[in-house]
């Protein structure tokens, strides 16, 4: 069985930084893609910005030079490091990875984690 466990959420103040973090763990093969999106409030759940295994990453426009998204692949986790934080960044954020594990590839979700931008 395959788990993703964030963490990293919290209150910060507008313009502040938040770093997010995101372990699977499970009889994992290989980790392909990694990646965070994020659902506020009667929104629809969008993407923030993925990263392949290869390290190529893609960014919602939203956050491009604000967030940077990393990857360690020794320990099948994923970093969101969020900076100059905006009001409209509140949302829960997930954690999704594509993972093989016993000879299956899935997509798998974290349990989400809140982040609140406000003064």
């Known amino acids: 069985q395959v788990q993703l466990v964030e963490s990293g959420g919290g209150l910060v103040q507008p313009g502040g930084s938040l770093r997010l973090s995101c372990a699977a763990s499970g009889r994992i093969s290989v980790v392909y893609v990694m990646g965070w999106y994020r659902q506020a409030p009667g929104k629809q759940r969008e993407l923030v910005a993925t990263?392949?295994?290869?390290?190529?990453?893609n960014y919602a426009d939203s956050v491009k030079g604000r967030f940077t998204i990393s990857r360690d692949n020794a320990k099948n986790t994923v970093y969101l490091q969020m900076n100059s934080l905006k009001p409209e960044d509140t949302a829960v954020y997930y954690c999704?990875?594509?993972?093989?594990?016993?000879?299956?590839?899935?997509?798998?979700w974290g349990q989400g984690t809140q982040v609140t931008v406000s003064s």
């Open positions: 990263i392949a295994i290869s390290g190529s990453t």
């Open positions: 999704n990875a594509r993972i093989r594990a016993l000879g299956n590839t899935n997509d798998y």
